[in-house]
């Protein structure tokens, strides 16, 4: 069964304090993982792609990094307007043009100004 | 810009009855979904749908389950009889090439009580 963890649960910082949140993951042949983000009462909203190991993406103060076991968000120079929470999911497993995606628990994220 | 709509945003229902949820993904998106996420928990797959049938379902979406596109633009999950448990919030989605690129839009959700 595919595993998505996400760590911290929440984290709260001062405006401009960067940080990194982590999601680590087990599957069996990880096809992409995605990073979305989920405003209070809202749907996730997408934000990154990322397919292979050492591959990067970078959105404003945003920027997405994998490994082979896990993927971190960096922030750099957060803004109030930044608090939210951050979703990691996979695909993987068998092909097919619309798999399924495996949602982490999520990071809370809050930024004080 | 292109959004998914979902009504109603929120259906308070008894225990056993039936429930229509519907959404009216972007126009030019071929790929449908449906996720839930239970207060405080993950966001969960329930169902995918192309080309008028279903492409994959989980072990959520039993046979209490349904989904239709009746027409060019609504698409609907349907719960025959509601259990306590379906309480959550029921999210839609739509894609233009599938799962491939992640990049899903959702709508911002059908809150669905079950009394």
């Known amino acids: 069964e595919d595993q998505v963890t996400q760590s911290p649960e929440a984290l709260r910082l001062q405006e401009g304090e960067s940080s990194s949140l982590n999601c680590s993951y087990t599957?069996?042949?990880?096809?992409?993982l995605f990073w979305y983000r989920q405003d209070p009462g809202k749907g996730p909203e997408f934000l990154f792609t990322?397919?292979?190991a050492g591959e990067e993406k970078e959105k404003e103060r945003l920027k997405a990094t994998l490994t082979k076991k896990e993927s971190f968000l960096h922030i750099t120079a957060p803004k109030p307007e930044d608090s939210a929470t951050y979703l990691c999911?996979?695909?993987?497993?068998?092909?097919?043009?619309?798999?399924?995606?495996?949602f982490g628990s999520g990071t809370q994220l809050t930024v004080l100004p | 810009e292109p959004e998914v709509t979902q009504t109603p945003s929120h259906q308070v229902t008894q225990m056993g009855q039936e429930v229509i949820l519907r959404c009216v993904p972007i126009?030019?998106?071929?790929?449908f979904y449906w996720y839930r996420q239970i207060l405080g928990q993950k966001v969960e797959f329930l169902v995918s749908?192309?080309?008028?049938?279903?492409?994959?379902k989980s072990e959520i979406f039993d046979d209490q389950f349904s989904v239709e596109r009746p027409d060019g633009s609504n698409f609907t999950l349907k719960i025959r009889s509601t259990k306590l448990e379906d309480s959550a919030m029921y999210f839609c989605?739509?894609?233009?090439?599938?799962?491939?690129?992640?990049?899903?839009?959702f709508g911002e959700g059908s809150r669905l009580t079950v009394l």
């Open positions: 126009s030019n998106h071929l790929y």
């Open positions: 989605a739509s894609s233009k090439s599938g799962t491939g690129t992640g990049e899903l839009f």
């Open positions: 999911a996979v695909q993987a497993g068998a092909s097919g043009s619309a798999r399924q995606l495996t």
């Open positions: 749908f192309y080309n008028n049938e279903i492409s994959e």
């Open positions: 599957v069996s042949g990880l096809r992409g």
């Open positions: 990322l397919y292979s």
